[in-house]
């Protein structure tokens, strides 16, 4: 039966450190780049909900179905945005990784690539989890790209599933990769990683 804690994880240029208060004026600027609260199938605090959205966390953290991170981009020195373990399972050796938003500068970069690095090593090498789940709303196109691309497996789609902010109920769609899929997945992600690396390296015209 996994037993996660809160524990700083750090690589391929990012760490993602235990969410507390003391993240909230960091992490309202990094929701700022890009007023990442206007997307309305996403679940990114606006500036005054941030504290909200932190102690949020933190109790399901404390209810143990939760484990939240702020994440950092080492070169900048940056909290460049939040992610988490949700509907932890211990019975059932699973977590799902989501709540996952990065500021508009970090988007499409090496970020999310390293920050899934170190979350499924996490939880398939050190927690020994069978299956990490992911979801996202039906209209998050860019979302579910961005899960594909990772390797993960489309499970289905629950209609009719959980209100949005704007009190609309979403669809979710859900995706999964096994313990036996992960060789494979983590080769990937370490390919992306590698081919983000040699781009950054590429002299700028």
């Not at 979350?119 to 789940?133: D, I, P, R």
């Not at 979710?172 to 983000?196: F, I, N, Q």
Request: proline letters at 5%; glycine letters at 8%; charged letters at 25%.
């Amino acid at each position: 039966m996994i037993e996660p804690r809160p524990v700083t994880l750090e690589g391929h240029g990012v760490r993602l450190e235990p969410l507390t208060l003391d993240h909230h004026d960091a992490l309202a600027a990094a929701a700022a780049d890009g007023r990442l609260w206007e997307l309305w199938f996403t679940s990114v605090p606006e500036p005054e909900q941030t504290r909200a959205y932190i102690a949020d966390a933190l109790g399901g953290r404390d209810a143990g179905h939760m484990l939240p991170w702020a994440v950092r981009d080492l070169a900048s020195d940056s909290i460049v945005g939040s992610t988490r373990y949700h509907d932890i399972v211990p019975a059932a050796d699973r977590v799902e990784i989501g709540y996952t938003w990065y500021g508009a500068r970090w988007q499409h970069t090496h970020v999310n690539t390293a920050c899934k690095r170190l979350l499924f090593a996490h939880a398939f090498e050190t927690l020994g989890c069978q299956v990490v789940g992911l979801r996202t709303d039906n209209f998050n196109f860019r979302s579910q790209r961005a899960i594909e691309a990772l390797g993960a497996k489309k499970d289905g789609v629950i209609r009719h599933h959980h209100p949005r902010r704007d009190g609309t109920i979403r669809d979710t769609v859900m995706y999964s990769v096994l313990a036996g899929e992960w060789p494979d997945v983590r080769r990937h992600l370490e390919l992306k990683l590698a081919r983000v690396r040699t781009d950054d390296e590429r002299p700028r015209r």
